[in-house]
T-cell receptor, first 115, second 115 residues
Framework: AQSVTQLDSQVPVFEEAPVELRCNYSSSVSVYLFWYVQYPNQGLQLLLKYLSGSTLVKGINGFEAEFNKSQTSFHLRKPSVHISDTAEYFCAVRGRGGATNKLIFGTGTLLAVQP | DVKVTQSSRYLVKRTGEKVFLECVQDMDHENMFWYRQDPGLGLRLIYFSYDVKMKEKGDIPEGYSVSREKKERFSLILESASTNQTSMYLC??????????????FGEGSRLTVL
């Protein structure tokens, strides 16, 4: 079984500052990792994903994440945030080789960008 | 554009009522999912389906049932709504694991209030 931990429930940051949203996972098998974003009153949309290959993954809207197998982490970063990045961010994991695409989500981190 | 459509964005029901939440996808996906989203708890899987007429329990199936009579439609049923089922419900779909990266496509959510 897999689990995901997002330790920060809320991250306040000023516009144009860098940000890191933390995600740690637990799994007995190799995993696929995802970050989803949810803007107010909307569903979730995929930000980026790690399937294999390079451990540095680039996504939409200038976000990137690095897979660190030894630390079982997949932290999300952006060098300079905008007001429009204010949203809730969810990290998710799926075990490789599973029969279905059942994703396990973290509890989410609210990114609050202030002017 | 891929699309997952949830029939109702906002519903208000009374305790004991039977509630149907409908979800339709136009991507010919095999897998469909119902998640429940609550503040501080993230997304929790209620039920999922990997084929027509097939269903599997997720992590919190109690008080819910599902129906998948056609490939494109997946319904969530609350047989007798209770106040603790007040929540945001998110439907998602994805193609088969072997042929995809496991990305889920989400609807915009149905916010249910049970009085």
């Amino acid at each position: 079984a897999q689990s995901v931990t997002q330790l920060d429930s809320q991250v306040p940051v000023f516009e144009e500052a860098p940000v890191e949203l933390r995600c740690n996972y637990s799994s007995s098998v190799s995993v696929y990792l995802f970050w989803y974003v949810q803007y107010p009153n909307q569903g979730l949309q995929l930000l980026l994903k790690y399937l294999s290959g390079s451990t540095l993954v680039k996504g939409i809207n200038g976000f990137e994440a690095e897979f660190n197998k030894s630390q079982t982490s997949f932290h999300l970063r952006k060098p300079s945030v905008h007001i429009s990045d204010t949203a809730e961010y969810f990290c998710a994991v799926r075990g490789r080789g599973g029969a279905t695409n059942k994703l396990i989500f973290g509890t989410g981190t609210l990114l609050a960008v202030q002017p | 554009d891929v699309k997952v459509t949830q029939s109702s964005r906002y519903l208000v029901k009374r305790t004991g009522e039977k509630v149907f939440l409908e979800c339709v996808q136009d991507m010919d996906h095999e897998n469909m999912f119902w998640y429940r989203q609550d503040p501080g708890l993230g997304l929790r899987l209620i039920y999922f389906s990997y084929d027509v007429k097939m269903k599997e329990k997720g992590d919190i199936p109690e008080g819910y049932s599902v129906s998948r009579e056609k490939k494109e439609r997946f319904s969530l049923i609350l047989e007798s709504a209770s106040t603790n089922q007040t929540s945001m419900y998110l439907c998602a779909s994805s193609s088969l694991p072997g042929g995809s990266n496991g990305e889920l496509f989400f609807g915009e959510g149905s916010r249910l209030t049970v009085l």
